[in-house]
Nanobody, 125 residues
Framework: QVQLVESGGGLVQAGGSLRLSCAAS????????MGWFRQAPGKEREFVAA????????YYSDSVKGRFTISRDIAKNTVYLQMNSLKPEDTAVYCC??????????????????WGRGTQVTVSS
């Protein structure tokens, strides 16, 4: 069972940047898909970005495309989310998730097996 630990959240002004990290407790194999989701108070968990561990293919929600970049460090078993041009509506708890195997890249939380506890991102106006 892979354990995921997020870090890098915090308080930032609108227009600023943050980089989130998600470290896995075990080796991430090439079959994995790693995703980032976020959940704001009173809202459902929302897909943000995902990446195939092999091939480095990345997927983004329309709301973050062009501002956020997902990447991974194979040697460190870590996935990152670089967030630029942050907006107050990006305020949420950000969680990373892992899908150990499968062909498709899930955009729904139900498609992932393992979750971190999340890190808070607050963007002030």
């Amino acid at each position: 069972q892979v354990q995921l630990v997020e870090s890098g959240g915090g308080l930032v002004q609108a227009g600023g940047s943050l980089r989130l990290s998600c470290a896995a407790s075990v080796r991430i194999f090439s079959s994995y898909v790693m995703g980032w989701f976020r959940q704001a108070p009173g809202k459902e968990r929302e897909f943000v970005a995902a990446i195939r561990w092999s091939g480095n293919s990345a997927y983004y929600s329309d709301s973050v495309k062009g501002r956020f970049t997902i990447s991974r460090d194979i040697a460190k078993n870590t996935v990152y989310l670089q967030m630029n041009s942050l907006k107050p509506e990006d305020t949420a708890v950000y969680c990373c998730a892992a899908r150990p195997a499968g062909v498709e890249v899930p955009l729904s939380p139900a498609g992932y097996n393992n979750w971190g506890r999340g890190t808070q991102v607050t963007v002030s106006s």
